[in-house]
């Protein structure tokens, strides 16, 4: 989804979707297993409320966003937000106990997706983790899994644009867990939800 659309949305994001996110939001948390005074890296973080969780637990949080409109909301929360590129981020290396991603990766060219990784990877601290959050190939046949996968589908459909076309190249490649072997990482904790749909999987580099 392009910047100026997430701009646009950015008043009533949250309202829309945090009635369908708070489980996944809750469960972030419980994977990220995050102590106080952690140094979290969110990318992509957008109005702020998986933030809001992070410092709730104790976090030394900071986000980054291309939206400014999303940046703008989240900055009501008392939030540390950059405005800056997760390709290109103003940071450190080697500064962050955890780097997550939510849902974000899936929307963008694969190369751009492979490259907020490598940039999380590089101010995460060797013996840091990510913690990412993405949709998922399920091979569960029950009802509830085909009507959450079809869900999806019709959401990212209805959205259109390069959105869908690189949510499908996701998808068609495997989802978040073949794209994580296509690293050098390992997985240290995977949480399934959403009937298998969404993966909340906890990896550190080898």
């Known amino acids: 989804m392009a910047v100026s659309e997430y701009d646009s949305m950015a008043s009533y994001y949250?309202?829309?979707l945090e009635p369908i996110l708070w489980k996944m939001r809750r469960n972030i948390i419980k994977v990220s297993n995050v102590q106080k005074g952690m140094k979290v890296l969110e990318v992509a973080c957008g109005t702020g409320t998986q933030a809001v969780?992070?410092?709730?637990?104790?976090?030394?949080?900071?986000?980054?966003?291309l939206s400014p409109a999303m940046l703008e909301v989240a900055g009501k929360k008392n939030l540390n937000c950059l405005h800056a590129d997760g390709t290109k981020m103003p940071l450190k290396d080697n500064s962050f106990d955890l780097s997550t991603i939510t849902l974000a990766l899936?929307?963008?060219?694969p190369e751009i997706s492979r490259q907020?990784?490598?940039?999380?990877l590089r101010v995460t601290k060797a013996d840091g983790f990510l913690v990412l959050?993405?949709?998922?190939?399920?091979?569960?046949?029950?009802?509830?899994?085909?009507?959450a996968n079809s869900s999806i589908h019709y959401i990212e459909k209805l959205v259109g644009g390069s959105h869908y076309r690189n949510y499908k190249k996701f998808m068609k490649s495997g989802?978040?867990?073949?794209?994580?072997?296509?690293?050098?990482?390992?997985?240290?904790e995977e949480n399934l939800i959403f009937?298998?749909?969404?993966?909340?999987?906890?990896?550190?580099k080898n």
């Open 175 to 188: 989802g978040l867990i073949s794209f994580i072997e296509s690293f050098n990482l390992t997985i240290v």
């Open 14 to 16: 949250d309202k829309v």
């Open 53 to 65: 969780r992070f410092k709730k637990v104790g976090a030394d949080y900071t986000g980054v966003d």
């Open 106 to 109: 899936h929307e963008v060219d």
């Open 195 to 204: 009937g298998g749909n969404i993966g909340i999987i906890k990896v550190r």
């Open 133 to 147: 959050v993405d949709y998922t190939k399920s091979d569960k046949k029950n009802i509830y899994t085909k009507i």
């Open 116 to 120: 907020l990784i490598f940039e999380m």
